[in-house]
């Protein structure tokens, strides 16, 4: 028999988060959840975690956005 998966919800996850770190700022070590989050739900996760985000990480947040979130056009 495999191992047990757990199907964790968007609701859990953002939950747990919320619970973990301080009440009204997010640290920079909350994103290290993100790779936790099943794919559909990782954009819902940032965004919530940006939401509640310390001012003075916020240059930490638009790069994690736009390099491994988002990401960009490669234009040309």
């Known amino acids: ?5 757990h199907r964790w919800s968007i609701n859990d996850v953002i939950g ?6 301080m009440p009204s700022d ?4 909350s994103f290290m959840s993100i ?4 794919l559909e739900d990782v954009q819902a996760v940032f965004d919530s975690l940006v939401d ?5 990480v916020m240059d930490l947040a638009l790069y994690m956005e736009r390099t491994y979130i988002r990401g960009t056009s490669a234009g040309g």
């Open 1 to 5: 028999m495999g191992p047990v998966r």
């Open 16 to 21: 747990g988060i919320r619970n973990t770190v």
């Open 26 to 29: 997010c640290s920079p070590s």
């Open 35 to 38: 790779p936790f989050v099943p």
């Open 52 to 56: 509640n985000i310390d001012p003075d």
